[in-house]
């Protein structure tokens, strides 16, 4: 049995005081805080799709009512009590992390999504946030254009 000493195999990182290689953590574990003592705000997610007159009436791209074909994500977040100034918002391709005095929102997210060009608008009579995130997928026989 022979060991060898200076030389590193594949999947070992150059410091050796590094427990774990970044691409091994998982996105939005960073974000992670079980001692916080903030309550999780209600929220809900909605799936938009673009649909045009081919396809509700002929039915000719191969678009159906599944979260398969739709295009956007968008999740509306009650804050009662919230301004506008006190919400931090931070969204990664895979998580959203929302955080005001009083509550804190971690929420993985269940596509992929295009973290820099999403919208958000805070609707202040309704004490909502609605954050729109475009879905990344790869195209696919539903998902073609």
Known sequence: MSRRTGQQGPGQSENRKTIWNTEEVPEGSEFDDTWDPREQPEYEILFKQCVGTEDVFFGMS?????TACCEDIVIKIKLPGAKYSDITLD?????????TPKKKLLLHLPYRVDSKNGKARFLSEEETLEVTLRVSRMFDFINFA
């Open 62 to 66: 191969r678009k159906d009512p599944s």
């Open 91 to 99: 969204i990664q391709d895979k998580v959203l992390d929302l955080r």
